[in-house]
Each structure stands twice: as C-alpha cells, then as structure tokens.
C-alpha cells in the first residue's frame, strides 16, 4: 500500500475538519474585505481589486454591513464547528491520542453502521463493549423484567423499572469504560439500606426521581457519562415474567424462573401486552442491523420479544438480524439446549415471520475450563447445522472466546464485534459502505491492535 507523507493525510476525506476550516477562512476573508469597503479604504490587493464590481453593483454603506456581517458570521460558525469536532474526537480518543488518528476514528465511528442490541443482563453489556469500536449509532434495547437483589429492591421501594441491566449497558458504552464499570458495579458491603446496592442501581434511581421518569434519567445520564450510542428500556411498565412449566407448573418472577429447576414451555409477561416507547420502534426501523443476545435466553433475550410491537418491528425491518448464541448451557434454564434449541423458542415466542437471518456460533473451548463448567451443570450449546439451516437460519462459526482465558468461558468483546463485522460486511456489503475495512478504522494511519492485546474482563467463575 502506497503511503502519503504524514502531512498530507490531512487532505483525506473523512475528517470533517477541513469543512470547517475552510468556512472559517471564507468567513475571515468577508470580514477583511467588508471592513475594507465599510471603511472605505483603497484596496491593496489583488483580491480586493476583483471586488470592485460589487462596490459599483452596491454603495459602500449596504456591501460593507452585508459582507461584514456575513464574514462575521462564516467565521464564528466555521470555529465553532471547528472547536466541537476537535472537543468531540479528544473526549473520545482522551486528551493524549494523536489528533488527526482522533478526527479519522471518530468520523467513521459517527458514520458506521445504525446497529440495534436487543436483550440484557452481561451478555448485553459484553456486546456493546465490541461493536462500539466500529460505530458510535448503536442502540440497546433492555429488558426491565429483572427482580432479584438491588434492582429487585429498588424497583419495590421506589416504583421504579429496574435498573440494573441499564446500568451495565450504559458503562459498557462510556467512554471512561473500564472507570465507569468499576464505579457502577461497586457494591456497598455495609450500611443500614445500602448495604447489596451498586453505585450504579442508586445513582440512576436518584437521577430518575430528579428528572422525573426512568426514560428521562437514562437520557441525562448518558448525557453525563457521553456514551456512544444510547440505551433504551424495553418499556416503561412494570412487567413481571411468568413461566410454564413442561409439568404445568408456573413459576413467576424472573429470579425464581431459573431456581424451578425444571423445563420451560412457555413464557410470558405480566401484563399481557405491555407497551413499548415510541424511541424503541424509530430506531428498529431505521437499522442497518439487528443483533439479538448473548444472554440467558428466557430471562434476558425473549421477555423483549415478548412485547408485541417490539416483534411486529423486527418482523418488518428489513435490516439483517443476528442471533448471537450462547457458548455454555444455563442450569434451570436451558439445560440440554442446542443452538436449534435456542432458535426454536425465539420463533415460538415471536408470532412474526423474519425474526432471526444468521446465528453465529462458538467453535472453540479451552478443555480445562470445559470441564471446570461441566462439573457445575453447564454444558457447551452444541450446533446442530442442519436443523438451524431448516429453520431458514444461516450459520457462522467464529472463535469467539479468549484463547488465553482460564476463569470464565465469556464471549470476548472484541473477537466478538469483529466478527459480527466481517459477517455484516461479507453478507450485506451494500448497507455497509460507510466503513472502509472491518479491521481498519483510518487507512494508512490506524490499526485496531490484535486481539491478545485487547483488555478482556475476567472474574472467576460464579455458578
């Protein structure tokens, strides 16, 4: 590959720098001339020569004020635009980032790909952690059926949808990532009341009673935190999910759901049809892409599908949508689930055609952690290829776990949105024409480092 001095990668297109700049040129060459004319003075230059004709079109009284305050107003707007987009490529990239490397990744981060994550719990949060390297027009949509531990409590006692998997979302898309995480998960270990709460479950439960509603606290928090993309609750109500059992049995409560310990016919919602915001339907419609999971399947991924205008747009969108499977078995949920399994229930619980285009697919466990896993009651979610294909499903299989990882079998943020990636732009290169190369975010200049060298969450293994 051909390269350019450094100077001269300036010149690229993409940096939604030289626009501004050259209005603000614009606009302090007007001032010049306008302040030349208003003043009467005999122009110097050449340029001011080519203006003459202007001052025999109009007397100097009526072309000095136009120009003045025109260039006036070129050059203020040109600045302005100018100073936004540096502040905004350096409050993502951090104050230390080279400054062209900043402007090139945050232009093709703001022009990527309108991808939409449905679902919850870590699985969700881990999602966001990769795609966000290739696109800052992502939204979340989350379930807001949990009712265990703090967000239990605080959804009892203050009314409120709860907002633990929020929480994780909107750390996950900040760009203090790593600090945000930290102090959002940090969990109080002692205190009358506070005691089991998480910074984070407290810290949007104040900021709903200030602005008056969740939908209200979320916005203003991402506001604060300046997360890329946006996170949206599935609805605004109250739900409560409810399980029948293959016995007959219901079990409600999404905590209590997986300690049934038996196997899941059927789920719904409490109330039966809940309804979603208007914000969850304009961003479905308007995707390029649709990624379902990873997540615990009946208690994370399907009580969002469970609201009828939430499967009724995904049905109708004609963005691809990607089913993303889990890599082990969940005990009380999906105990001897293959990835047809998965599949068959996301289509038994959506009444809606064209729901799931391709599932991608784990090939690879470290066989020391396997049998870590297996000895509490997990069990990798075999492929079963044939059947997923029958259901009209494509299939991709991608390494998506940390070779060098030993304490948690956890998708790997980055191998995970890399792949995604490659599969949007293999499949459907045609609504993916903003990004250049799924690998490369500024040709000739930047290069997302490899995967060994991506930070990797890791926290021992919690059956």
Known sequence: MMKFPRMATWLMPGLSIKRWVGIASTGFVMTVVGTALLLNLQPVTLFIESLKWLAQLFPAHISG?????????????????????????????????????????????????????????????????????????????????????????????????????????????????????ELFQYRFKTGSGLEGHSFGNLFLTAMCHITGDMFSAIKESSKVLNISGRVLPSTLESIKLAATMEDGSEVIGESLIPEAKGKIARLRCIPDNPKTIPDVIEAIQSAELIILGPGSLYTSVLPNLLISEIAQSLSQSKAPKLYV???????????????????????????????????????????????????????????????????GVQVVEKLLVDEAEHQVVRHNPAQLGRAIVQWFKRDYPGKFKQIQQAMVVAPVVVELPPVEELPVEAETLKP
């Open 325 to 391: 499977a889990n890599i082990m078995t969940q005990p009380g949920e999906t105990d001897g689930y293959t990835v047809g399994d998965h599949l068959q229930a996301i289509l038994d619980h959506c009444p809606y055609p064209n729901v799931v285009n391709g599932v991608i697919v784990n090939n690879w466990l470290p066989e020391p952690l396997l049998e870590k896993y297996q000895s509490y009651g997990y069990q990798p979610v075999a492929l079963d290829r044939e059947r997923c294909e029958s259901l």
């Open 65 to 181: 004020p136009v120009l003045l305050g025109g260039g006036a107003l070129l050059f203020y707007f040109g600045m302005r635009k100018t100073y936004r987009t540096l502040k905004v490529a350096l409050q993502h990239e951090g104050r230390d980032a080279d400054l062209l490397e900043a402007l090139f990744r945050q232009n093709k981060l703001i022009h990527g790909p309108r991808i939409v994550a449905i679902g919850g719990g870590t699985g969700l949060s881990t999602l966001l952690r990769g795609v966000k390297k290739y696109t800052s027009n992502i939204t979340a949509i989350v379930t807001v059926g949990d009712d265990g531990g703090s967000s239990g409590r605080l959804r009892i006692e203050h009314s409120i949808i709860p907002p633990g998997d929020i929480r994780n979302c909107i750390a996950a898309l900040a760009d203090e990532e790593q600090l945000i995480t």
